[in-house]
């Protein structure tokens, strides 16, 4: 590189004072973090949330709506069922609606009010602050007890209090992979897996096995560096928000300049008889709350998951010493700038219009879903076939689908043409369970007169055990005449 005014551009990057993310020292290596919990309005609203979260993650697979999980992903069947609804692999475009709605809805809640699904919704942010750390507390002690033991020798305190943690940590993973797996393979399999040997369903064990053991890494370890290092939300988060989102942010106006002072510096303050300075008395309890380890005070920043707990210590710290609360708050880049917060603006009423018009659209196509999937289609390496007495025949395949959720039967015939022959590789009527897909070949036998230019119209009709009926075309092949 050149050098300019006598300054290496090496050497000056070298010396950067600047930390490139706030779990890296400037060396490089990982700054563990031992964030103080700070209780308030906002962590007993979160905690509820989480709680929640928790319990309804752990129903979901066990509670059944119409004889089926609330939610089951059953890959190797290729069924989805969510909310008694089943989805099939015919069903891809409803699929591909509801993922399109999903994201739409995450890209609008992160236009109006930020990354809040990162501070309260998150699996991540759940389970690490209201499972992970609260066991490490209670068998640890304190943060600033933890990091001065962590900083120190081993020892057989610091051995036996980590080995006690890892192993509940291991416990809690276990349960978590289990529900995991519920979801693919439903409480009724697993619990029956429980009390067999893995090897009876070893799959299906190394998947529990593996997920257990990114659980306890990703929890025990890894932590905070899933949201600033791995997640790719908060990449995005400068992309989908705007001076109009709402932000946690710090009021710099009201705050600065910030100095350590007490309460007889700040009553000296507020009689005038010393220059009065900012609300922010620098004592860092925003940043010691902090579970990403940010200084909010900087403003906005990639590794803010606006769990909203500098808020509740700000407040606390404010209540002290006296003054109104708010310093650290919900607000947006506009506001904090003296404007106007608006909601509706080009983007998210773009984004609104958009939600609205694929959810209906998913709405509809939902509604609008056949109770049976048909598909009639020629069996593979087949043309027609000629017979003695010159009648054609065209071998033909059923694949029909019970998408009703009960038990069902059906019968097929040909309407048209009138005089043509089926016969089915099989008996009728075709027993089909909830779900079941099964294919039936057939034979269709029609006069060769019935041939025109080497084609012809066929006209099958579907009668299901329940009264639907469902007609299905195809086009018969013969000998061209000219």
Known sequence: ??????????????????????????????????PTPSKGKFYTQRLVVAWGLIALFVALPIIKIGGKPAVLLDIMHREFT???????????????????????????????????????????????????????????????????????????????RRSLRFGVYLVVSLALAHVFLAYFVGWADLSQWLTRSPLEHSGSFVVMAGTTALILFDFGYFREQMCTITCPYARMQSVLVDPDSMIVSYDPVRGEPRAKRGKKALAAEAAGTIPAKGDCIDCAACVRTCPTGIDIRQGLQ?????CTQC????????????KPRGLIRYTSENS??????RKFRPRTVIYTLLLVAVWTAFGFTLASRNSYDINVGRVVGTTYDQLNDGTITNRLRFRVRNQTGQSQSYTVRITDPANAELRIVGTMPIELEKGEMKRTEAFVLVPANEISNGVRSLTL?????????????????GPSTR
């Not at 001065?148 to 057989?156: A, E, L």
């Not at 990639?302 to 606006?306: Q, R």
């Not at 700000?314 to 010493?321: A, E, G, Q, V």
């Not at 904090?336 to 917060?341: H, S, V, Y």
Request: with cysteine.
């Open 1 to 34: 590189m050149e050098v300019r005014d006598g300054i290496d551009p090496t050497e000056a990057i070298l010396e950067s004072p600047e930390d490139v993310l706030s779990t890296l020292s400037k060396e490089g290596k990982r700054r563990w973090l031992y």
């Open 82 to 160: 969510f909310f008694g609804v089943t989805f099939y692999p015919t069903d891809s475009f409803v699929l591909l609606l509801f993922m399109v709605g999903v994201l739409l809805t995450v890209i609008l809640a992160t236009a109006l009010l930020g990354r809040v699904w990162c501070g309260w919704g998150c699996p991540q942010t759940v389970y690490l602050e209201y499972v992970y750390r609260p066991i490490e507390r209670l068998i640890e002690g304190p943060e600033h007890v933890r990091a001065r033991r962590d900083q120190g020798p081993w020892s057989f305190d610091r051995l036996w």
């Open 302 to 306: 990639m590794e803010c998951i606006a």
């Open 311 to 322: 808020i509740d210590a700000c407040d606390s710290i404010m209540d002290n010493i006296g």
């Open 336 to 341: 904090l700038a003296g404007q106007r917060t």
């Open 461 to 477: 009709e579907f009668d299901f055990s329940d009264g639907t009926t469902r007609e299905a075309n195809f086009t018969l092949l």
